[in-house]
């Protein structure tokens, strides 16, 4: 039995349960992937209970979601924070339990080390799939004006109703119970979860967002992935994320 998650597959519908950290030691891109594309589900509930974790596992697991061939509703029964907000995108409908909360924020990586030429190529990269992320929130939420980018910047948390009234969720589950969060471990960001949290604003995106959107769409990811297990993932991940991208520029300027 893995331990990271749960699948219950019951003839045409299944249930997939993410309860853990995105990423190595946690919920695997190649891991989860293997056993989605293993249902025969023409149903498939995906409930997610995370804090988030490595850009590029959830960003293939968004993709692998987006284009199951069955009908496929991500749910929000605790959590979804940082990369868990961009799995829960991915669902054919998206449902988030009253008492669950969602967050999006700037990606971020530890442990930097090298010349200052190798941290600004790093911030550069930061920068790009930060636009990507925003791209995807455009996409789902059918919202091409508000400043998603600023909304991540300012690292915003939303209730069930303001994930709703954003375009994060399509409806709120009100028979859902109270879910304990994934972890503790809200201490690794600016605000210990929606409670201490202000309220959520809407912006327009400016200017400077669109020439952002145009550079990262012109320029990112030039450089080779590494050489990784699950680079297949990544590069299908970021083919997918740049195609939103394109569509959130194309269609904010016209």
């Given amino acids: 039995m893995i331990n990271w998650f749960r699948i219950d597959n019951a003839g045409s519908r299944a249930t997939i349960r993410i309860y853990d950290y995105i990423g190595k030691g946690g919920v695997t891109a190649a891991s989860f992937i293997k056993e989605f594309n293993a249902l025969n589900a023409s149903s498939i509930e995906v409930r997610i209970n995370s804090n988030g974790g490595e850009i590029w596992s959830g960003l293939a697991i968004h993709h692998a979601i987006a284009h199951s061939k069955a009908h496929v509703t991500t749910y ?13 995108q991915a669902g054919h409908a998206r449902v988030v339990g009253q008492h669950a909360q969602v967050m999006i924020h700037n990606p971020s990586v530890s442990g930097m080390e090298g010349e200052a030429k190798d941290l600004r190529k790093q911030a550069s990269l930061l920068d790009s799939i930060r636009d990507r992320g925003a791209a995807i929130y455009a996409e789902r939420s059918g919202d091409f ?56 604003v809407r912006t327009r995106r400016g200017s400077d967002s669109a020439a952002r959107l145009a550079a990262a769409v012109a320029g990112a990811f030039k450089a080779a992935p590494p050489k990784d297990p699950e680079v297949l993932c990544q590069e ?17 300027n016209h």
């Fill in 76 to 88: 929000v029964d605790g959590v979804a924070a940082s990369i868990a907000s961009i799995i829960l």
């Fill in 145 to 200: 004006d508000t400043d998603w980018a600023g909304l991540m910047d300012r690292e915003t948390w939303f209730n069930a109703a303001e994930a709703v009234e954003f375009g994060l969720a399509d409806r709120i589950d009100t028979l859902s119970g109270r879910v304990p969060n994934a972890t503790d471990r809200f201490a690794i960001y600016n605000y210990a979860g929606r409670r201490e949290a202000p309220t959520p």
């Fill in 236 to 252: 299908i991940a970021m083919a997918e994320v740049g195609r939103l991208q394109r569509r959130h520029f194309d269609r904010g």
